[in-house]
């Protein structure tokens, strides 16, 4: 552990001489500088998640009923509720992929179409050697491809959706923009994603009436918002003070971080959740992200805009979806606030942050009303 903190702290001591070097107030201002973002998209996301918390409280206290359990630890926000798995084939995960991202058009749903069924832009199986985890990379001239292990389950379809969620950015940003401009920021780099993740469960929440199918699609949600919505807004915190710490002159040391880790999770699981402080405190030094000044919070900023932008397409029309299509081909050639307010989602404010709040309180009503529902015919 301390030899951890002291790469960690390394790292933010470097960090804080190059802002001292450029004469930027803080590491903050600093990290956000070459995308042009303001520091109060930051601080407006930890407000807002702050101010929501309640509804992750309301989950534990859901899943733990659910569960039937005593007392709910982390490992139990993995535990299935459904008796019996989800198996899916890849051709129909894919054919329901496609399916889901209709509202945005014939010409993108057969752009995505070839990709998933005729140009091979998945590697789909888990072969011997192939390496862990799903990403999707290419560069312009090529496809958009896509690594990932698909095991015939709700999970790997969702992975599948949020892939070629990242393929369809590439794909259309390097169809409209030259070289120089055929990338784009880490800011938006996980809307398209989770843009693709919504529309998705917004299709089978309405095709699939199975009980135990939507409960397993709200379980997969909820393990997404989890990483996404609960653990990096966790980490911006925990990063936003040990930076401000040492730009203070403080030292940074194994226990002081544990301790801090540990208090934040604390406030963030509230009194639903029992966990162990250690084991939750040293979860800083699990995250190579971390290494990467204030990468954590546009996990968060990014599955915002994802789902801000995703009911904004459900319910509107064309003008909304050719807004989105000229976000996603604007690659690298404004910065990333102006190519999402193309799309019309301003990240200054709190709309995109508390409408995806909302979605997670739908999902959560839904939950609860189903397995009520359950627990009814099983009395």
Known sequence: KNTLASNLA?????????????RHESTLAASLFNDNIPEQVFHKLIEVFKA?????????????????????????????????PVVIEFAQAARWVVE??????????????????EDRWVDVYPTKGKRKGAFSWGVKGTYPFINMSFNNNILSLSTLAHES????????????????????????AEVASNFHQAMVRNYLFEEMSD????????????????RYFL???????????????????QPLVANDMIELCADLFAETFGSEMVFDRQRIGIQWATFGHLYRDYYVFQYATGISA???????????????????????GAGSSIYPLEALALAGVDMTGPEPIEATFQVMEGMLDRLDELTRMQEQEKS
Do not use: C
């Not at 590439?170 to 800011?187: G, N, R």
């Not at 994802?306 to 996603?328: E, N, P, R, T």
């Open 231 to 249: 653990v990096m807004p966790t980490l911006a915190r925990f990063e936003l003070e040990t930076h401000e710490r040492v730009e203070r002159g």
């Open 211 to 226: 009980p135990n199918f939507q409960i397993s699609v709200i379980e997969e949600a909820m393990a997404n918002f989890f």
């Open 52 to 84: 929501h918390l309640p509804t992750w409280h309301r989950y534990w206290a859901l899943r733990r009923r659910i569960l039937g359990v005593d007392e709910l630890h982390p490992y139990d926000i993995w535990a299935p509720r459904t008796a019996s």
């Open 10 to 22: 390394t790292s933010i001591r470097q960090s804080v001489l190059v802002m001292q070097a450029r």
């Open 100 to 117: 889901g991202l209709k509202p945005m058009g014939e010409e993108y749903t057969t752009a995505l179409e070839r990709g998933l069924f």
């Open 165 to 188: 969620g990242h393929a369809m950015h590439s794909y259309l940003t390097w169809l409209h923009q030259p070289k120089v401009y055929s990338d784009y920021s880490l800011f938006v």
């Open 306 to 328: 994802a789902h801000s932008l995703a009911q904004g397409i459900l319910d509107g029309g064309k003008a909304q979806v050719q807004a989105m299509l000229d976000f996603l």
